[in-house]
């Protein structure tokens, strides 16, 4: 009898064990999952542990998904582009290591209709970032504009794109509205507009510069409509919040620790049943 955890520092706050238990429940699978706090450092102590106690599985939030690479058997593709891991799966002895969060944006963009290839503005170029553009590039996208605060890392994110459909572009209203205009969809991977945070976009014109059919989402799902959702929702454009992107990166996480597809739709429909009330 094995189990499944999640970890990281804090950890408590997270919603993983709310969704994953609901979609264990749901395919009728007896694994227990669990939150189990890991301090900045504790990793190899965590692996031989997690060892020896049958964790056949684990999720990695903050402060980890980057500290694993080094101490993982096997990295998938994925995750080593974007350098960073948050699934991981004992197979065979070895520790393998994934990372589901931009594949998990995409299945949300898909599921909700928002996904249509084309430009894609992408404003961040942090960890999550990471993950998006380079799956969104995966994905078909024939243009992702990287809008960064900082420029340096728009650019390094830029390089890490084997297809070359990466570009990185300036954080300003103006940088961002030029690549806005002709575009699909906006994604949000900053953190403006979360709660508890300082930080708020101080201008919407940007949105103005979109077409009226594209899409704009934004990875923040607390609180479940930014000022920028509803900005974008004020000028008829089709929103879409972080929840489902949370929701679809753990359904795939879950294919992972049990090696095989499931229905990803009605198991994104039982952990958002879950949760429902609880954002
Ligand atoms: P991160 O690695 O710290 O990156 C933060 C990004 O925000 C950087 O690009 C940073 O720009 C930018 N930024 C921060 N403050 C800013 C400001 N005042 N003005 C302009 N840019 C600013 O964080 P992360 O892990 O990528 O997370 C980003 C957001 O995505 C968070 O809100 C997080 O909750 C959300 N998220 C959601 C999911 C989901 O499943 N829905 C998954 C992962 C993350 P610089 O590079 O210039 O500092």
Avoid at 4 to 25: C, E, F, N, T
Avoid at 44 to 54: F, I, V
Avoid at 141 to 163: F, G, I, S
């Amino acid at each position: 009898m094995g189990a499944l955890q999640v970890i990281g520092d804090p950890v408590r706050h997270s919603k993983s064990p709310r969704i994953q238990g609901a979609m264990l429940a749901h395919l009728g699978v007896d694994l227990p999952y669990t939150a189990h706090t890991v301090p900045k450092g504790g990793l190899p102590q965590y692996l031989e542990w997690a060892k020896a106690h049958h964790i056949v599985g684990f999720n990695a939030t903050m402060p980890h998904k980057e500290d694993l690479l080094p101490l993982l058997d096997q990295i998938s593709p994925e995750a080593l582009a974007c350098q960073a891991v948050n699934t991981v799966c004992r197979r065979a002895g070895q520790w393998v290591g994934f990372n589901t969060d931009g594949a998990g944006c995409v299945c949300a963009l898909e599921h909700h209709g928002l996904w249509q290839g084309g430009t894609v503005v992408v404003l961040g170029a942090g960890g999550a970032a990471k993950a998006v553009a380079l799956q969104l590039s995966q994905a078909g996208a024939q243009r992702v504009w990287v809008c960064n605060r900082t420029l340096e890392k728009a650019q390094a994110l830029a390089q890490a794109d084997c297809r070359g459909v990466l570009a990185p572009a300036p954080f300003t209203p103006e940088g961002v509205a030029q690549r806005c205009a002709g575009a699909s969809l906006l994604v949000n991977c900053t953190n403006l507009g979360m709660e508890g945070c300082p930080g708020e976009f101080s201008d919407f014109s940007f949105l103005d510069a979109l077409p009226p059919q594209a899409g704009v989402m934004d990875l923040i799902y607390h609180p479940s409509r930014t000022q920028l959702l509803t900005q974008a929702r004020r000028r008829g454009l089709a929103t879409l919040n972080g929840l489902p992107m949370l929701i679809y990166q753990a359904v795939l996480a879950l294919e992972h620790f049990l090696g095989r597809p499931l229905d990803r739709p009605a198991l994104a429909a039982a952990a958002q049943q879950a949760l429902e009330g609880d954002v």
